[in-house]
C-alpha cells in the first residue's frame, strides 16, 4: 500500500495568514492526489483533485501543488471559515489511501 | 444536485454482519463509480471499496474477505455489507460518488459495534 505522511498534525494561524499543509507519498502517485476539508460534524467537502486542480465552488484561495512524493495544499488570506480538518487521499493505486489529516485552528 | 444518504444500524454486536445502504438521488449509479470510506476514532480514513457503473466491484484487500458491495439500480441505491466484525470497524462509514477522489458525500452514519 502507498503511504500518505500527512504534515503538521495541528496547525493554529492568526486570521489573513497564509498556510501550507503537506503530504508526502511513499511512492510516485503521479499528481493523483485529492485535497479535501471537513468541519466537525459535517462530511468531507472535495477542495482539489489532480494535485492542482480546484473543484468546482471552492475559492480560489485554496491551492494544490506538487508532484512525485510530496504534495501541499496552500489556503492564502486564512477566513474563519476554513477552521475544519484537512486530508489528502491518493488515487494512483489500489487500495487508495489517505493521509492522516491536519486540524486547522484559529490563533 | 447529487445527493447521498447512509442508512442502517448504529449499533451491532460483534461478530455479526454490518449492513448499510446509500440512497442516491440526482444522479444514476449506473454512471461512475460508488464508494464506501470510514473514518476511525482518532480520524484515520480507510477506503473501502466500490461498485462500478457496471456493478463491477473494487474492495480493499485489508477487508476483501469481509466485504461486499451491492445495489440496486431500480431503487438508486447501493449497499455495503461488512461480515464478522469487531469493535475495531468502529467507525463513522460514509458512501461517496467516485471518479478516483471522491466529488459527492453523504452526511455519514455512525456504527458502533459492541456487545
Known amino acids: 500500500d502507498i503511504q500518505m505522511t500527512q504534515s503538521p498534525a495541528s496547525l493554529s494561524a492568526s486570521l489573513g495568514e497564509t498556510v501550507t499543509i503537506e503530504c508526502r507519498a511513499s511512492e510516485d502517485i503521479y499528481n493523483g492526489l485529492a485535497w479535501y476539508q471537513q468541519k466537525p460534524g459535517k462530511s468531507p467537502q472535495l477542495l482539489i483533485y489532480?494535485?492542482?486542480s480546484l473543484h468546482t465552488g471552492v475559492p480560489s484561495r485554496f491551492s494544490g501543488s506538487g508532484s512525485g512524493t510530496q504534495y501541499s495544499l496552500k489556503i492564502n488570506s486564512l477566513q474563519s471559515e476554513d477552521v475544519a480538518s484537512y486530508f489528502c487521499?491518493?488515487?494512483?493505486?489500489?487500495?487508495?489511501?489517505f493521509g492522516g489529516g491536519t486540524k486547522l485552528e484559529l490563533k | 444536485e447529487v445527493q447521498l444518504q447512509e442508512s442502517g444500524p448504529g449499533l451491532v454486536k460483534p461478530s455479526q454482519s454490518l449492513s448499510l445502504t446509500c440512497s442516491v438521488t440526482g444522479y444514476s449509479i449506473t454512471s461512475n463509480y460508488w464508494g464506501w470510506i470510514r473514518k476511525f476514532p482518532g480520524n484515520k480514513m480507510e477506503w473501502m471499496g466500490y461498485i462500478s457503473y457496471s456493478g463491477s466491484t473494487s474492495y480493499n484487500p485489508s477487508l476483501k474477505s469481509r466485504i461486499s458491495i451491492t445495489r440496486d439500480t431500480s431503487k438508486n441505491q447501493f449497499f455495503l455489507q461488512l461480515n464478522s466484525v469487531t469493535t475495531e470497524d468502529t467507525a463513522t462509514y460514509y458512501c461517496a460518488r467516485s471518479w478516483d477522489y471522491f466529488d459527492y458525500w453523504g452526511q455519514g452514519v455512525m456504527v458502533t459495534v459492541s456487545s
Open positions: 487521499q491518493q488515487y494512483y493505486d489500489y487500495p487508495w489511501t
Open positions: 489532480n494535485a492542482n
